[in-house]
């Protein structure tokens, strides 16, 4: 690329190329299960590894990129944010899903020459390595898109996630999360010499932001600002990511439009996940993802998403509407018991299906006792309203 980039893209400065540089050279440990050891795997090391066996298998590696909360961090270190999963992209070419087995076969063969030297590795098979250190494995292949993931178990939530891109509609679900870091530069240099990399003498890295200019997105990430456009593309509708970002004191950039993309965000998110069950499942899968060590942020997070999930769902019966903000509230107050923090009597209004017998006019079914905020019995399903907060 010449010197004027294309809006899409800037280049690193030396500071964002030495945060980088530490990020690619740190050690993350992948956990294992049972009695199989800690693996301690550098991310520039499997990199290059897992792209040495594609070549080998003869599949093309266009580039490899940094995405997500980690090219964030490393384009903007000190607004607050941090990141969880350190997430590398190999765009690539997956025609059949013979080059899905590939994928896979490489990954887990390059995870054999982690292991350490005394363990006899002529018995271990590829589906052993999957049990005992890949955490999900996920593919896609439909018209549109054709990708699979795979992420590498770590108990601190710090995950190495590698993913396979062949075609992906949407890269993206908010500007300040729409970076990736075209890694290949930095990696050659890594390949060519042991030497630290130093000012005087290091390699042009070029980012971009999928959502379209660069500079805007930048500077919604400093001043943590939440924008994105067409929210009905992205599945779940970017509703869980959009509560978290509210949670961590981001703003909305545009206060008027934000309303009308709550609306899609909420649709999208029922589309994918109409049943209560369903949205259960996923919020605590998110719950135990993004907020590892951050048990007290769980509670704020819950009654966050309660809150757009009331002000702005309107695809929803009223009795389903009721359903999922009951399950939500319920998550709620889970987590204040697993934190032993017992909520205020007084806010709180419980109705729920009393026993048959209840129905009889000559049964007395009140004991007030003097002093105590009074506990009514209503016939209707389970609800719970929370008001104004919990102690």
């Not at 025609?95 to 030297?117: G, R, T, Y």
């Not at 890269?171 to 630290?196: H, N, W």
């Not at 950039?253 to 998110?269: G, N, P, Q, T, V």
């Not at 000559?362 to 905020?373: D, L, R």
């Amino acid at each position: 690329m010449t010197e004027d980039l294309d809006h899409r893209f800037s280049y690193l400065t030396w500071d964002q190329i030495k945060i980088l540089d530490q990020v690619l050279t740190e050690a993350i440990p992948i956990h294992g299960r049972g009695n199989f050891p800690t693996l301690e795997v550098k991310p520039k090391d499997i990199i290059h590894m897992v792209k040495e066996q594609l070549i080998e298998k003869q599949i093309h590696v266009r580039d490899i990129r940094l995405n997500g909360s980690t090219a964030s961090h490393i384009l903007v270190k000190h607004n607050g944010t941090s990141y969880k999963d350190l997430d590398i992209i190999f765009g690539v070419e997956l025609p059949s899903e013979f080059e899905f087995q590939i994928v896979k076969e490489a990954v887990l063969n390059c995870l054999l020459d982690f292991l350490p030297k005394c363990v006899n590795k002529q018995k271990i098979t590829a589906q052993t390595m999957k049990d005992a250190y890949v955490q999900k494995m996920v593919k896609v292949s439909t018209d549109h898109d054709r990708w699979s993931l795979i992420s590498l178990s770590n108990n601190s939530g710090k995950n190495v996630e590698l993913k396979f891109v062949s075609s992906l509609r949407r890269q993206f679900e908010f500007s300040v999360d729409s970076f990736q870091i075209i890694l290949d530069s930095i990696l050659a240099v890594y390949r060519a010499s042991e030497r630290p990399l130093a000012q005087e003498c290091h390699p042009t890295v070029i980012a971009e932001s999928m959502y379209g200019d660069f500079n805007q997105a930048m500077d919604h990430l400093r001043y943590k600002l939440i924008s994105t456009r067409n929210p009905e593309e992205i599945r779940g509708g970017g509703l869980l990511k959009y509560s978290n970002l509210l949670v961590r004191d981001f703003k909305p950039a545009d206060e008027a439009e934000i309303k009308s993309l709550e609306r899609y965000m909420c649709s999208r998110f029922f589309i994918d996940f109409p049943d209560v069950a369903e949205q259960q499942r996923k919020i605590e899968s998110y719950l135990r993802n993004h907020f590892i060590g951050e048990e007290k942020s769980k509670y704020d997070y819950l009654m966050t998403l309660r809150g757009v999930v009331k002000k702005s769902t309107v695809c929803l019966m009223g009795h389903e509407r009721r359903q999922t903000l009951n399950m939500i509230t319920i998550l709620a107050l889970k987590v204040l018991g697993e934190q032993n923090i017992i909520p205020n009597a007084a806010n709180v209004t419980c109705y729920y299906q009393p026993a048959p017998y209840i129905s009889d006019r000559n049964f007395s079914n009140y004991y007030i006792a003097h002093g105590q905020p009074p506990v009514f019995y209503q016939p209707y399903p389970f609800h719970v309203q929370l008001q104004s907060g919990m102690v």
